[in-house]
């Protein structure tokens, strides 16, 4: 069976081209869509796809009525190869059900695995040299310097560390990781405050 995919950008316009395209095509039911390939919940993708079975046909106008990237192309064509359905885009000239296809396809594949690849080397590359030159990456810490002094200081002057972390405005967790028990409180004052 073929079934056809037909997507517009938008509800102004119209999906007629598309429509008689994959008629011409042999599509027996065609479903569509009328928003953007951003989008990643397309309901009449969904649909399209849920009626398909092996040995099936999924023909669309055109690469981009399927999706935006080649790598979004690239999953929904390796999910449907999985199930053992092919798919046709009619003015790109692909078929997967031809060796060519499947070449063209697997090339797709392959280079935007060798994309991903590159993009988590370079990130590694670029993590390491900013270590290099002292630069920490991660989250602004929620303690400073001067908020740990600030801490230290009122924990000393008799303040219960609920009220402490309240005042310099961070959790009692985080408070209790930067100021170890031994700055915190005495024994009898870490009593004290649990039975409170």
């Known amino acids: 069976m073929r079934i056809g995919y037909a997507r517009v950008s938008s ?5 007629d081209l598309q429509l008689n395209a994959l008629k011409e095509a042999g599509c027996e039911r065609t479903f ?6 951003k989008v990643n919940d397309r309901p009449g993708l969904k649909e399209a ?3 398909l079975r092996k040995d099936d ?8 009525r399927l ?3 080649v790598k979004n192309l690239i999953e929904v064509v390796e999910r449907l190869e999985a199930k053992g359905i092919q798919f046709q885009s009619i003015t790109d000239n692909i078929d997967t059900s031809t060796p060519s296809g499947k070449f063209f396809f697997h090339m797709m594949a392959a280079l935007s695995q060798m994309e991903r690849e590159l993009i988590v080397e370079r990130t590694q590359a670029g993590l390491k040299a900013a270590r290099e030159r002292g630069i920490v990456g991660g989250r602004k810490r929620s303690m ?3 908020k740990i002094d600030a801490a230290k200081k009122l924990i000393e002057a008799g303040t219960a560390p609920k009220e402490v972390a309240k005042t310099i405005g961070v959790s ?8 170890p ?7 009898l004052q870490e009593a004290s405050e649990s039975i409170q």
């Open 11 to 15: 509800e102004d316009q119209k999906l």
């Open 67 to 69: 999706g935006r990237s």
């Open 172 to 179: 009692v967790p985080t408070l209790y990781r930067w100021l």
């Open 57 to 64: 046909v999924l023909v669309v106008w055109k690469l981009d």
């Open 144 to 146: 400073t310097t001067s």
């Open 181 to 187: 028990a031994s700055e915190r409180a005495t024994p």
């Open 49 to 51: 796809i849920s009626h």
């Open 32 to 37: 569509t869509d009328k928003l953007t390939g």
